[in-house]
């Protein structure tokens, strides 16, 4: 499993998906070892289908817990 600063977690009430690098995105044909950076712009959430832009790193900066929230 990647280090959680390298792992992104979906904002969307009730989803809470986390993208783990170590795994990829079989559903999205995205191959493990591919960072969260360098997912395409329209990749979805495999869950609730939420943009990209609906996640934030579960460590370190921009992380709910580095800002706060």
């Known amino acids: 499993m990647a280090d959680p600063k ?3 977690q979906c904002q ?3 989803c809470g998906y ?3 690098p170590d795994k990829g995105d079989a559903k999205g044909n ?3 070892g591919t960072a969260f950076k360098d997912l395409p712009d329209d990749w979805e959430c495999p869950f609730c289908g939420s ?3 609906t996640f ?3 460590a370190g ?4 817990v580095a800002d706060g929230i």
């Open 30 to 32: 995205v191959p493990a």
């Open 56 to 58: 934030r790193p579960l």
């Open 6 to 8: 390298d792992m992104s």
């Open 18 to 20: 986390v993208y783990d």
């Open 61 to 64: 900066p921009g992380s709910v």
């Open 51 to 53: 943009s990209k832009k």
């Open 12 to 14: 969307v009430s009730n």
